[in-house]
């Protein structure tokens, strides 16, 4: 009994010592050892150890950054490396490892803003010193297969897009889609082109305004009946933070479809628990109200997960009552303005090199409408091609 006591009294005495604030010496000595001998954990312990005695220097926040890149915490090194370049902003080495940081956590147009203050030696090293206009290229081909032929015909999407600079820090993309489908006794016919732009912010704020113009026409199996052709556009504008554990977003949006005005709100979160991109988990709510004065509303549950460097998985599930917000793959599709309800969908995109990732989609739908049948079901299929140039 006095043996554990004996060892109880010196467990705590060996807590309240390492609880006893850090000396500026101690805490630089710590963490270099730590770095010298790539000890990225340790390094991390002892860093918040150094923080929680209010000790804050350029080498502590480095270094502290360099061990979360090394344990693939991505996120949160990002934030590390931009408290040291409060101290030491003109650091080469620092500058490369933030915008290395800042590729991996996916974001490429705050990556290419900090390039504007690299010295030539590491813009060269870096390829940032001439950047081509248009930077990435995709093509993308979708089928939806109803349960009632009968009455909707499989819909094909066929569409590509591309981006490019404006400058360093803000890029713009473009996307033309191409839809067909038989529904009942007509043909639709769709053409849409969606236009997107990327524009970083201080404090890791990110605005994305979006307008998207959609000319589709029903051609009728009766050729006494005329055509019927319309328009539909949409404006929208995403306002998203990142910061080390999670993104928040709102985006309102207004559009008009069939004639009648509509408005979005979607607002959700995304929670990166391992302060990296290999486990996402995020949810957004959507809703949407139009001329008819109707009010709905819809949840979205999102889990991405990365567990290699070349292979990303996402599924989510959405269930609700929208009729208008029907996005797939990032665009607005018409798709006949029928209720969706519920959508269970899952995809995986595989980096084939450092210019090329092939992306494999698959999604179930259920939808309702006032028509027969009231309920049906869709099976999506699709790919897509992406290039960087």
Request: glycine share 6%.
């Amino acid at each position: 009994m006095y043996k554990q006591l004996i060892l109880m009294l010196l467990l705590a005495g060996s807590g309240m010592l390492q609880a006893q604030p850090l000396t500026f010496v101690q805490a630089d000595k710590l963490t270099y050892n730590d770095y010298q001998q790539g000890q990225w954990k340790s390094l991390l312990r002892d860093g918040r150890q150094a923080r929680a005695s209010r000790l804050r220097f350029y080498y502590l926040d480095y270094r502290m950054g360099t061990a979360a890149y090394h344990l693939k915490k991505y996120r949160l090194a990002e934030t590390y490396y931009e408290q040291a370049r409060k101290f030491n902003g003109q650091d080469a080495g620092l500058n490369e490892a933030l915008y290395l940081t800042l590729q991996e956590n996916e974001k490429t147009d705050e990556a290419l803003h900090l390039s504007r203050v690299f010295p030539e030696a590491l813009a060269k090293k870096l390829h940032t010193e001439k950047l081509p206009w248009v930077n990435e290229a995709d093509v993308n081909f979708y089928e939806k297969i109803s349960d009632q032929p009968s009455y909707y015909g499989t819909l094909y999407y066929t569409g590509g897009g591309f981006n490019h600079r404006i400058g360093r820090g803000i890029s713009l993309y473009h996307h033309y889609q191409y839809l067909t489908q038989n529904v009942i006794i007509a043909t639709l016919f769709q053409h849409q082109y969606f236009v997107q732009a990327d524009i970083p912010l201080p404090q890791h704020f990110t605005l994305q305004p979006a307008f998207s113009y959609i000319a589709y026409k029903l051609y009728y199996a009766d050729a006494t009946t005329l055509p019927t052709q319309n328009f539909a556009d949409l404006y929208s504008l995403n306002i998203m933070q990142s910061l080390p554990w999670f993104d928040w977003l709102v985006t309102p949006s207004y559009s008009t479809f069939n004639n009648t005005w509509q408005a979005q709100v979607n607002a959700g979160f995304v929670v990166y628990p391992l302060a990296g991109n290999q486990c996402r988990i995020g949810y957004q709510y959507l809703a949407e109200a139009d001329t008819s004065g109707a009010l709905r509303a819809g949840h979205l549950i999102y889990l991405g997960i990365r567990p290699t460097s070349s292979l990303d998985l996402k599924a989510t599930y959405y269930t609700g009552n929208l009729r208008y917000g029907h996005f797939l793959n990032g665009y607005t599709v018409y798709d006949q303005a029928d209720l969706l309800q519920n959508r269970i969908g899952v995809n995986a995109t595989y980096q084939v090199n450092t210019r090329s990732s092939v992306d494999v989609y698959y999604s179930h739908e259920r939808k309702s409408n006032t028509r027969r049948p009231t309920v049906y079901y869709y099976n999506v299929f699709g790919t897509s091609l992406k290039i960087t140039l």
